[in-house]
RNA sequence: GCCCAGAUGGCGGAAUUGGUAGACGCGCUAGACUCAAAAUCUGGUUUCAGCAAUGGAGUGCAGGUUCGAUUCCUGUUCUGGGCACCA
């Protein structure tokens, strides 16, 4: 028998197929394992070798834990809605249901190439109506959900109507503070109402006022607008001023949109993070994207030639600085600067105003130009009284905080900046730490020219400057947070329809006996009418008047972990019973790229059905592991410009030219480059028509190829197809390759070569059963001898090992422990059931149909994926007797057989009663000895 | 600019709590088998000096703590990632 591994492969992964063998009951007795991965978007170009990474690491886990006796769940599925699919329509007529599907069959077939352990019973699709049909239910329960500021939950709606009509909104005032209602029988002040002013509302107010307080609402506002796509975008999809996918310009836009409130869960969306083993820095990004500061907000009074408006407030972090004021600025957008203007201003500032609107989003966040103007009014310092110049200025957010600040020159940067550019006089409240060069936001000087605070350290200084605020009533403690509430429709297709019906203006839920609300077929997937989606123009969609948006693609994705818990429930998105049973995911896998987006959106939608009582857990994700980015190693050969000669890496000169000729770079396909010196034949053949006549200028023979790291993509032609590394290798080799590359969470450049190895690797492996006569036959060698000790000990220190490597996922120490095993019994020769056997269950996780097919080899009938994980005993491990170094005050002197068994002070003895280590020391006593972890001795003299 | 992570042979990377640095693999190299090549197997492979035994240096750079530092501390350079007018 050869490793004939193409052969071996197939039979066994049909085998599992035909037993059902990675079929996963809920609770079957033993203790619940869940490993998720994050399920792809199919798209077109199918898998390359970076996207299985993942899929290997949390396969190997998966399979590691069911051989230690866990009833482990271990699901895929797709995230099949979203854009391409749907651009991809526009541009070649394809339903995008029609080609998802093509796309998920290829992706099905590469993965199934892999030998997964998944539970394909219970895979899911986004775009399936039985699975969306609970993500508009889920949608639902956020539309009739409000947070509970007091109780900090989620509730229903239905008990805020009941205390509304019983005490208005006392206790439970508006979320959104700027919100104003206008309605002509009552003025509302700060927005609270009584119930008797609520009962007297009409419906369309009431449901107005609702609607401030729904976990999903819908509302205007500034969206971010991208022309180019046709939709809108959540804050997480812009990049640097351009979206994500497709990096079309993104401009801000006001546009009546769905929202999620996920600003009420900040806070606990942050304190979620301590309970939860995600490592430091995605921790540290999801803080920083919500953003929380504490601080306070700062009424000033203002001095204008109008009078019109005589404060505003403003959002300091540090009040205690007041009393080093020395301007106030405002966002350009605040309605109110045409009241404070002054006469001799009016021109100035409306000349500034324009030129801040000529400026894009893009220019404004590329350039950060000191830019400003004066108001001609001024703030009083609520203390001193002390007039304070109000600037206009664009570096001051009108979205953050009340769009107004209170600059400190002498402790905040763009404040010393603004102040010395605009010659603002700087007044100095640190003293020494502020040396006039620059800013200095220290919180450990003593205050000076500070009024009541001088004398104080600021960081004290800050409760106290509170305390006086409020006291005055000019101010309160105030937190702030970055974060915004996620833009949650877009003006598209493919994606999930809104569950919602608008009556005379007026958002209602379809009941859920409604549900599915399915996607009707279009002819057209332009957009509709008014920057509206596709749906718009169906006229049976409109005149039953739904919603023309649809779901963002992170709808889908913010719950699918619980769908697989109870894929085929047609009562429930997942029965209590199956989701209390599988619980929090116990490992998650995937990308950093999902950080503040899907990974934020599901932990929301999590503790908001946790709140509604749907789920017994407020946080999806106990452990969440980042596997690296696989980049490409791309290769090139250079053309001396205008002609088709190519000139070898090796012979360009050191200004990248070839004797003084300039030379175009050019990717070439990796995989016509061994190593990098390239396969001219396969090079011609490649792109005949452009380089089937090309010449070489070679060095050594040899055509030596350029190369570079980059990100792996098509266009690169750096990708690598894992198909054709499984059909040369296997899926066993291309596994444990992938693994052997270096740890998970690194990202390193795709290189092929060293697959040979663990190719290598695994026919030693082989061989350990089958014998290779001269004749070129294959025989079974494996023996019933019992082991030796030596033996043993070989093989308990690998099993301690590759244990200890698989659970704290050192894949690639893994894949070595078993390479260095077999070369340790093929010394010895060691062809033994007693050792092998263990051996292959310990494999089967790494490399499973190779442990299959040896394993029944051995004469076993049932699969070797239902064995238990050998166990291993400490008496092999120990070392009976051991060469141990001993030192002299540090300095490696010799070796001594020392019996391990001893304890320590018997050790003492042995070193002092040897005559070597006596004359070293002299005759003194040692003032001590320290032996270090079976290691070393060391005499300190 | 701010925050985080990292830097080890020709290469990918090991060293789990401070204890003989360089496991394992690639590559290179010598040898075996072969008419020959491929495949396979065996040995060598941090570097400098030496025929060798052996000795010196060595984990980005400069210091420190320690009998002992890739590991801990301070400073510094570079690389990768994240955030970027959030007051």
Redesign the pocket.
């Known amino acids: 028998m050869e490793y004939n591994f193409n052969s071996i492969e197939k039979k066994w992964q049909q085998a599992w197929k035909d037993q059902q063998a990675y079929k996963v009951s809920n609770d079957n007795g033993r203790p619940k394992f869940y490993v998720l991965d994050m399920f792809p978007y199919p798209s077109g170009a199918g898998l390359h070798v970076g996207h299985p990474l993942g899929y290997i690491a949390s396969d190997i886990y998966a399979r590691y834990k069911r051989l230690k006796g866990f009833n482990v769940l271990h699901p895929m599925g797709y995230d099949a809605f979203g854009l391409p699919a749907e651009q991809y329509a526009i541009e070649h007529g394809v339903h995008p249901a029609v080609s998802t599907q093509k796309n998920i069959e290829t992706f099905r077939r590469q993965l199934d190439n892999i030998g997964f352990s998944f539970d394909w019973s219970r895979e899911v699709r986004t775009s399936d109506p039985q699975y969306y049909r609970w993500t508009q239910w889920i949608f639902l329960q956020l539309f009739n959900s409000f947070f509970n500021r007091n109780t900090q939950k989620a509730e229903p709606i239905a008990g805020l109507i009941k205390i509304f009509e019983q005490e208005g909104n006392v206790h439970h005032p508006i979320p959104n503070e700027k919100f104003v209602l206008n309605n002509s029988q009552f003025t509302i002040r700060k927005s609270q109402f009584s119930s008797t002013q609520w009962a007297s509302f009409d419906e369309a107010t009431q449901q107005t006022i609702l609607m401030e307080y729904r976990l999903a609402f819908c509302g205007y506002g500034e969206v971010n607008w991208c022309e180019a796509l046709g939709t809108v975008l959540a804050n997480d999809e812009v990049v640097n001023g351009v979206s994500e996918r497709g990096g079309h310009p993104v401009e801000k836009k006001k546009l009546r949109q769905w929202y999620l409130r996920i600003t009420e869960y900040a806070d606990r969306l942050l304190e979620g993070l301590k309970t939860v083993d995600f490592s430091?820095?995605m921790k540290?990004?999801q803080s920083?994207w919500i953003?929380k500061?504490s601080?306070a907000e700062i009424t000033f009074a203002i001095k204008s030639e109008q009078g019109k408006v005589d404060h505003f407030t403003a959002?300091?972090?540090?009040p205690d600085t007041i009393f080093g004021v020395d301007f106030c600025v405002i966002?350009p957008e605040l309605d109110y600067i045409a009241d404070i203007t002054s006469k001799e201003q009016k021109e100035a500032v409306e000349n500034y105003l324009a030129y801040v609107k000529s400026r894009s989003e893009r220019e404004?966040?590329a350039e950060?130009k000191i830019t400003g103007v004066f108001t001609g009014a001024y703030a009083l310092n609520p203390f001193d009284g002390k007039e304070i110049p109000i600037w206009i200025s664009?570096?001051?957010?009108a979205g953050?905080?009340t769009?107004a600040?209170m600059a400190v020159p002498c402790g905040?940067e763009?404040d010393y900046k603004f102040a010395k550019h605009f010659n603002i006089p700087i007044t100095n409240i640190i003293g020494d730490h502020f040396n006039g060069e620059e800013a200095n936001p220290t919180k450990d000087a003593i205050l000076q020219h500070s009024g009541f605070l001088n004398g104080m350290l600021m960081r004290d200084a800050m409760e106290a400057a509170i305390k006086a605020l409020e006291e005055k009533g000019v101010g309160t403690r105030k937190v702030?947070y970055?974060m915004r509430d996620a833009a949650f429709s877009r003006q598209r297709y493919w994606g999930e329809p809104f569950p919602i019906k608008w009556i005379n203006g007026i958002a209602y839920a379809l009941n859920e006996g409604e549900l599915p609300l399915t996607l009707p077929e279009v002819e057209s997937y332009s957009p509709g009418p008014e920057g509206e989606g596709p749906l718009a123009n169906i006229t049976d969609w409109t005149a039953r008047q739904l919603e023309t948006n649809t779901m963002p693609g992170y709808a889908g994705s913010s719950w699918y972990f619980l769908r697989y818990m109870d894929p085929q429930n047609d009562e429930q998105f997942a029965s209590r019973e199956a989701t209390d049973y599988w619980n929090q995911v116990d490992l998650y896998i995937g990308g950093?790229e999902h950080a503040?987006g899907h990974l934020l959106y599901s932990r929301m939608w999590t503790k908001v059905l946790h709140d509604l009582g749907h789920i017994g857990f407020d946080e999806p994700f106990k452990k969440l592991v980042n596997q690296g980015m696989v980049q490409g190693s791309s290769r090139f050969v250079y053309r001396i410009n205008g002609t088709n000669q190519f000139v070898s890496h090796g012979l360009i000169d050191a200004n990248h030219e070839y004797k003084g000729q300039l030379l175009d770079k050019i990717h070439v396909d990796v995989n016509f480059v061994d190593g990098v010196e390239l396969d001219r034949d396969a090079f011609k053949k490649w792109k005949n028509a452009e380089f089937g006549d090309a010449e070489f200028l070679l060095e050594d023979g040899k055509y030596i190829c350029g190369t570079e790291t980059e990100k792996m993509s098509k266009t690169k032609y750096n990708t690598v197809n894992p198909d054709d590394l499984v059909e040369k290798y296997g899926a066993d080799t291309f596994r444990m390759y992938e693994m052997?590359?270096?740890?998970v969470e690194?990202?390193?450049p795709w290189d092929t070569?060293?697959i040979?190895?663990?190719h290598?690797?695994l026919?030693?492996l082989w061989r350990l059963f089958y014998k290779e006569t001269n004749s070129g036959e294959s025989v079974w060698q494996v023996n019933e001898d019992a082991a030796t000790a030596a033996e043993l000990k070989v093989l308990h220190r690998a099993i301690k090992?590759i244990e200890?490597?698989t659970e704290?996922f050192?894949f690639?120490?893994g894949v070595?422990g078993f390479?260095?095993l077999v070369?340790e019994l093929?010394d010895l020769k060691c062809h033994k059931r007693e050792i092998l056997e263990p051996m292959l269950v310990m494999l089967a996780p790494y490399a499973p149909h190779i442990a299959e097919e040896l394993w029944h080899a051995l004469g076993n009938t049932s699969s070797v994926i239902d064995a238990n994980y050998p166990g291993f005993e400490e008496k092999y491990l120990v070392e009976t007797s051991k060469?141990y170094?001993i030192?002299i005050?540090?300095?490696m002197r010799t070796?001594m057989h020392i019996s391990l068994s001893a304890e320590q002070q018997e050790i003492e003895t042995l070193v002092l009663a040897n005559d070597v280590v006596q004359k070293w020391i002299d005759g003194k006593t040692p003032k001590k000895i320290?032996y270090?972890?079976n290691?070393?001795v060391?005499i300190?003299v």
Do not use: C, H, Q
């Not at 959002?315 to 540090?318: A, D, K, L, S, V």
């Open positions: 430091e820095a540290e990004m920083n953003g500061s601080g959002y300091t972090t540090r966002a404004r966040m950060k664009e570096y001051v957010l953050y905080g769009g600040i905040d763009r702030n970055k950093t503040v052997f590359l270096g740890p690194m990202s390193k070569k060293g040979e190895g663990v290598r690797f026919k030693k090992k200890d490597d704290r050192s690639n120490t070595s390479m260095i070369n093929t060469e170094p030192s005050n540090g300095k070796t320290i270090v972890k290691k070393m060391n300190v």
